[in-house]
Nanobody
Framework: QVHVVESGGGLVQPGGSLRLSCTAS????????ISWFRQAPGHQREGISC????????IYTDSVKGRFTISRDVGKNTIHLQMTSLNPGDTGRYYC?????????????????WGLGTQVTVSS
């Protein structure tokens, strides 16, 4: 049985930072590309970042580019999403999602296993 688990969410003030982590059991995160999605209140889920299987390629949606960094903790079956300069528009539930492939092209179309998400709230 596969379990993908996100952690690290919370309440943070505008301008602050958070580091999300993703771990898994029943699946090896090193075996596929991994992505982060988020769902803001009243909005559909959107893919915001992806890292290739070998960690040599990353993708960010425009709204987080330059502020978020996705990375692999190789050999520890863990993915991180470092988020800086957070603003209220970043509020939402963040999901770690494995992909059916090793690269990130069109990553929102190749999702496989989803975690339950971790809540991020940016507010003063």
């Amino acid at each position: 049985q596969v379990h993908v688990v996100e952690s690290g969410g919370g309440l943070v003030q505008p301008g602050g930072s958070l580091r999300l982590s993703c771990t898994a059991s029943g699946v090896t995160l090193d075996d596929s590309a991994i992505s982060w999605f988020r769902q803001a209140p009243g909005h559909q889920r959107e893919g915001i970042s992806c890292i290739s299987r070998h960690g040599d390629s990353t993708i960010y949606t425009d709204s987080v580019k330059g502020r978020f960094t996705i990375s692999r903790d190789v050999g520890k079956n863990t993915i991180h999403l470092q988020m800086t300069s957070l603003n209220p528009g970043d509020t939402g539930r963040y999901y770690c999602v494995t992909l059916h492939r090793g690269h990130c092209a069109d990553f929102d179309e190749y999702t496989n296993y989803w975690g339950l998400g971790t809540q991020v709230t940016v507010s003063s």
